[in-house]
C-alpha cells in the first residue's frame, strides 16, 4: 500500500509509524500524538489512539471485582476447564500405565504413612476415577462443568481454585475419619460435592432459590449410601469444607480487608483439615 505525500512537503519531514518505519502516516494518535498506520489505530472514545496507548491504559484501569471480591474477567472459564483436562489426562493414563493409580490414590490401608511423607495423596486422589465405571469420571466432570461455568466467574479464579482443592481435602478428610481404614479412594465427588455446598451458600447470600439445589444434593448423597461402592464419607465431608469456604468467602465484609479475610479465612480452614488429618491418623496407627 502506497500513502501520498502533499506537494510541496520535504521529505524528512513525512511522518511515519513509528511500529512501522516504512509507512506513512497523517493520522496521530489522541493520546500521545504519534503517528499510526492503519493497522496500529484503534478507535477510542475520541479520535484514534495508537494500540501502545490502548495496552498502556488497559495496564493502568482498575481490575473490575465481582460481587465476591474475586477479579471479573471475561470469557471462559478457564480454572474449571483445566481441571477437567486434568482429570481426563489422568484418566488416560490410568488406562495407559496402571501404577499411576497406585502411585497417586488415597489408599486407607496406608494412611498412617500417607499422612507424614506422601500427604499429597489427600488431593492427587481427586483427580483419578475408576477405570472400570465410566460414568463415575463422566458425572464428575459434567458436574464440575455445570457447577464451575457458575461458580469460577462470581468467585474469581484463585478462590475457585482454592475452594475446590480444600473440598477435595475436606472429603479425604472425612473417608480418614469415618470409613474403613482398609478400604482406598479415588475420584473428584468430594470436591463436586464441595462445590454443591458452595452454591448452596453462595445463593443463599445472594437471596436466590436453592430448592433445586437442595433436592440435588439430597439424591447425590442418598446413592452414597444406597449404591455399592460410592464414598458418602468423601461426599460429606467435601460437602462440608466446600460450604464452610463458600461461606468464608461469602460473607465476608466488604472493604480494603476484604481478601485478607478470605484468604486468612481459607487458610485457618486448611489447618483445621491438617489438625484432623493428624488426630485421624494417630487413630489408625493405634488401630
Not at 500405565?97 to 500417607?114: F, K, M, N, Q, R
Not at 473417608?175 to 458452595?198: E, I, K, R, T, W
Not at 466488604?254 to 486448611?270: S, V
Request: proline fraction near 6%; include cysteine.
Amino acid at each position: 500500500m502506497s500513502y501520498g505525500i502533499p506537494a510541496g512537503q520535504p521529505d524528512g519531514d513525512v511522518p511515519v509509524c513509528p511500529r512501522h518505519p516504512d509507512r506513512v502516516s497523517y493520522v496521530r494518535c489522541q493520546r500521545c500524538g504519534r503517528p499510526t498506520c492503519p493497522e496500529c489505530q484503534r478507535p477510542a472514545a475520541v479520535g484514534i489512539q495508537c494500540v501502545d496507548c490502548v495496552r498502556e491504559a488497559q495496564r493502568d484501569a482498575p481490575a473490575h471485582k465481582t460481587i465476591f471480591g474475586g477479579v471479573a474477567r471475561q470469557g471462559r472459564p478457564i480454572v474449571t476447564f483445566t481441571l477437567i483436562g486434568a482429570c481426563a489426562i489422568l484418566f488416560l493414563g490410568q488406562m495407559a500405565v496402571p501404577g499411576i493409580t497406585d502411585a497417586l490414590a488415597y489408599a486407607g490401608i496406608y494412611t498412617s504413612e500417607l499422612v507424614s511423607p506422601e500427604p499429597w495423596r489427600m488431593i492427587t486422589a481427586a483427580f483419578l476415577h475408576s477405570t472400570g465405571f465410566l460414568l463415575h469420571i463422566a458425572f464428575n466432570m459434567y458436574a464440575l462443568w455445570i457447577m464451575g461455568q457458575a461458580l469460577e466467574p462470581l468467585l474469581g479464579r484463585a478462590r475457585f481454585l482454592s475452594l475446590y482443592l480444600i473440598s477435595a481435602f475436606g472429603g479425604s478428610v472425612a473417608v480418614l475419619l469415618l470409613s474403613n481404614p482398609l478400604q482406598g479412594v479415588v475420584g473428584a465427588s468430594g470436591a463436586v460435592f464441595g462445590l454443591f455446598g458452595a452454591m448452596f451458600i453462595v445463593q443463599k447470600r445472594r437471596g436466590g432459590d436453592v430448592r433445586q439445589l437442595v433436592v440435588l444434593i439430597a439424591i447425590n448423597g442418598v446413592l452414597g449410601f444406597v449404591v455399592q461402592g460410592i464414598s458418602w464419607q468423601a461426599h460429606l465431608g467435601g460437602l462440608l469444607a466446600g460450604g464452610a469456604a463458600a461461606a468464608i468467602i461469602a460473607y465476608a465484609p466488604k472493604g480494603r480487608n476484604r481478601p485478607l479475610i478470605h484468604w486468612g479465612g481459607l487458610g485457618a480452614l486448611t489447618v483445621v483439615l491438617i489438625i484432623l488429618t493428624l488426630i485421624g491418623a494417630s487413630l489408625v496407627s493405634i488401630l
